[in-house]
C-alpha cells in the first residue's frame, strides 16, 4: 500500500515540475476600439479618411482609407491622455481621451499587465461621442461610438 502512494506522489510531483512555465494570459490592451455611426438613425457608418494622426506627433497611423469597420486607437499607457487628429473631406476633427492607468502581477515569470481605466473623452469636434466600455480590455470590439 505504501508503495502505491509513494507512487502517486512521485507522479504527482513529476506533473508538477513540468508545469513550469505561468500562464501569462493578459485581459486588457492598450488600443481603444473606435467605430463611427449615423447620428440620423444610428447605423454604421463609413468615413473617409485623409489622414489619422496623433496628436503632438509627426507619426501618421492611417491615410488615405476608407473606415467600415473600427479603428484601433493606440493609447499611451505612460501618460494620462492621448489625442488623435482625424483629417476627412469635411476638415479637422479632433479626439481627446483621459484615462487611469494601474498595473497588477500576471506571475513572476510574466512580468506586469498595465490596465487602463475610466476612459473618458475630454475633449472632440464631432457631432456626438459615447463611451460604451471605459475598461480596454482586449476581446471588447467597441469602446468609443463617434456619431457623424
Known amino acids: 500500500m505504501s508503495r502505491v502512494v509513494l507512487g502517486i506522489v512521485i507522479c504527482f510531483f513529476a506533473f508538477v515540475s513540468c508545469q513550469d512555465e505561468a500562464d501569462c494570459l493578459r485581459i486588457t490592451t492598450d488600443f481603444a476600439n473606435l467605430r ?40 499611451n499607457p505612460n501618460a494620462e491622455s492621448t489625442g488623435f487628429a482625424f483629417e476627412t473631406e469635411f476638415g479637422i476633427d479632433t479626439l481627446m481621451l483621459s484615462y487611469g492607468t494601474s498595473t497588477r502581477l500576471i506571475a513572476e515569470d510574466c512580468g506586469i499587465e498595465v490596465i487602463i481605466f475610466e476612459l473618458e473623452a475630454v475633449r472632440n469636434d464631432f457631432d456626438s461621442i459615447r463611451i460604451v466600455n471605459d475598461i480596454l480590455i482586449e476581446d471588447i470590439n467597441e469602446d468609443i461610438r463617434i456619431y457623424n
Open 36 to 75: 463611427f455611426y449615423k447620428i440620423e438613425d444610428n447605423e454604421p457608418d463609413t468615413v473617409d479618411l485623409s489622414m489619422l494622426k496623433p496628436l503632438g506627433s509627426d507619426s501618421v497611423l492611417l491615410a488615405d482609407t476608407t473606415v467600415s469597420s473600427s479603428i484601433r486607437l493606440p493609447i
